[in-house]
């Protein structure tokens, strides 16, 4: 067991005797915790939203579910999870990373460093995504995807003069498919089943299954190719 020092945890709150928890962590009421997790010095889980005058980005619903560590998930240094956040069996939440309301890592899914993901957005078993990730809310990310490093997805087309009311899309990442770094997603694009995407890209319209596209905008160059390496 790690320390456990400066636990600052709900009285709702029960920790397992196999939990390794650090320095100065915080759990609030409705953190529900698996065997064997792991809550890194001085992260965070379970707090409530703080939003701007006017954010219509808050889940009601989603903020009153439980905050769920599966058994065996690490949640890394630094780490915010806002109530409502869920990591399955094994999952993975790195150092600073940030999960809103409503977003749940999928068994041995991994976000790294840095990673933002929005409300509501799930991200499937065993998908990799790397630091410094930003997946705007309307997202979906499913099983075995790999995004690369300093990739955002977008989801207001308007920028901000949205009417109220109208929804925020995001990406839609099928299974398999890759992300290289540095991508730009514009809202509502779909990536299909085991496409890959070149690093740099913006791609701004969808991406058809099994096909490689890059540049700005993203075309279609050829087929992809399951090998590793420059493509």
Do not use: W, Y
């Given at each position: 067991?790690?320390?456990?020092?400066?636990?600052?945890?709900?009285?709702?709150v029960v920790?397992?005797?196999?939990?390794?928890?650090?320095?100065?962590?915080?759990?609030?009421?409705?953190?529900?915790?698996?065997?064997?997790?792991?809550?890194?010095?001085?992260?965070?889980?379970?707090?409530?939203?703080?939003?701007a005058?006017?954010?219509?980005?808050r889940?009601?619903?989603?903020?009153?579910?439980p905050?769920?560590?599966?058994?065996?998930?690490?949640?890394?240094?630094?780490?915010?999870?806002?109530?409502?956040?869920?990591?399955?069996?094994?999952?993975?939440?790195?150092?600073?990373?940030?999960?809103?309301?409503?977003?749940?890592?999928?068994?041995?899914?991994?976000?790294?460093?840095?990673?933002?993901?929005?409300?509501?957005?799930?991200?499937?078993?065993?998908?990799?995504?790397?630091?410094?990730?930003?997946?705007?809310?309307?997202?979906?990310?499913?099983?075995?995807?790999f995004?690369?490093?300093?990739?955002?997805?977008?989801?207001?087309?308007?920028?901000?003069?949205?009417?109220?009311?109208?929804?925020?899309?995001?990406?839609?990442?099928?299974?398999?498919?890759?992300?290289?770094?540095?991508?730009?997603?514009?809202?509502?694009?779909?990536?299909?089943?085991?496409?890959?995407?070149?690093?740099?890209?913006?791609v701004?319209?969808?991406?058809?299954?099994?096909?490689?596209?890059?540049?700005?905008?993203?075309?279609?160059?050829?087929?992809?190719?399951?090998?590793?390496g420059?493509?």
């Open positions: 067991m790690i320390g456990r020092a400066g636990l600052a945890a709900d009285p709702s920790v397992p005797d196999d939990a390794r928890i650090g320095a100065h962590v915080v759990l609030e009421a409705g953190v529900v915790l698996g065997a064997r997790v792991t809550v890194q010095h001085h992260a965070v889980v379970g707090k409530q939203p703080a939003l005058p006017g954010s219509r980005t889940d009601a619903a989603a903020l009153a579910r905050t769920v560590l599966g058994d065996g998930c690490v949640v890394g240094c630094g780490a915010v999870l806002v109530a409502g956040a869920s990591l399955g069996a094994g999952a993975i939440a790195g150092d600073h990373t940030f999960l809103r309301e409503g977003a749940a890592l999928g068994d041995g899914a991994v976000v790294g460093h840095g990673g933002a993901i929005g409300p509501g957005v799930p991200i499937g078993a065993r998908t990799r995504i790397q630091n410094s990730v930003m997946l705007g809310p309307g997202s979906l990310v499913e099983e075995d995807v995004v690369g490093p300093g990739v955002i997805v977008t989801n207001d087309p308007t920028m901000g003069r949205r009417e109220d009311g109208r929804t925020l899309t995001g990406a839609v990442l099928r299974r398999g498919c890759r992300i290289g770094a540095a991508v730009v997603l514009m809202p509502g694009v779909e990536v299909g089943e085991e496409a890959v995407v070149a690093a740099g890209s913006l701004t319209r969808d991406v058809p299954a099994g096909m490689l596209v890059m540049g700005a905008p993203a075309r279609v160059v050829r087929a992809a190719r399951g090998e590793a420059p493509v």
